[in-house]
Structures are given as structure tokens and as C-alpha cells.
């Protein structure tokens, strides 16, 4: 079974730029979508982006024309390149695929923290 461990995050001040990593080990998953969400302090998790296996994008739409959804099927990794960062946008991050979701499986993620 694949899985995906997080990282990239970090401190960064408003307008800033982060780039998210997603790097799966166990197995490729070159072949399936795969997800990013967002977990605020007090809030639920939402959904952020998609990238899908032949490289269609979906956005939230407060993400939109801020972050760009990548992936490198030859490194097995899924990036998230964060520009013009906002406070809002600071939560912890993490990525995940529609099989690891339905068993309710999620990685540590990695903390994103934007100041203002």
C-alpha cells in the first residue's frame, strides 16, 4: 500500500511563497489522483486541491490563481506551490489518494504558518 509523507511547510510572511511536497513510498501512484486538504486550528479539514492521474487540476476556490498542483511521476511526488500567501491560508497540510481517504488514512502533514 502506498504511502504518502509531507513536508515543505514552514513560517512565511503575507505574499510569501511555499512549495509543498508529497512523496509516496511502498508503491507508484503515478495512476491515481491524488489530494491536497488543509486543517485550521478549531476548523475542519477542506479540501484544497486535486491533481489527477493524467494531470487535470481542481481548485478551491479561495486557492485559486495562488497555488498550481504538480506532479513528477518519475520522483513518485505531488507538489503544491503556494504564492501570495494569506493568513487564512495557515493550517496544517496534507495530501492523500481517494483509497487511503476511504480507509481513513492520513499522513502527520506539514504545518504551513503565514504572518501577517
Known amino acids: 500500500q502506498v504511502q504518502l509523507v509531507e513536508s515543505g511547510g514552514g513560517l512565511v510572511q503575507a505574499g510569501g511563497s511555499l512549495r509543498l511536497s508529497c512523496a509516496a513510498s511502498?508503491?507508484?501512484?503515478?495512476?491515481?489522483?491524488v489530494s491536497w486538504y488543509r486543517q485550521a486550528p478549531g476548523k475542519e479539514r477542506e479540501f484544497v486541491a486535486t491533481?489527477?492521474?493524467?494531470?487535470?487540476?481542481r481548485y478551491t476556490d479561495s486557492v485559486k490563481g495562488r497555488f498550481t498542483v504538480s506532479r513528477d511521476n518519475a520522483k513518485n511526488t505531488v507538489y503544491l506551490q503556494m504564492n501570495s500567501l494569506k493568513p487564512e491560508d495557515t493550517a496544517i497540510y496534507y495530501c492523500?489518494?481517494?483509497?487511503?481517504?476511504?480507509?481513513?488514512?492520513w499522513g502527520q502533514g506539514t504545518q504551513v504558518t503565514v504572518s501577517s
Open positions: 492523500n489518494t481517494p483509497t487511503l481517504r476511504r480507509q481513513s488514512s
Open positions: 511502498g508503491r507508484t501512484f503515478s495512476s491515481t489522483d
Open positions: 491533481i489527477t492521474w493524467n494531470g487535470g487540476q
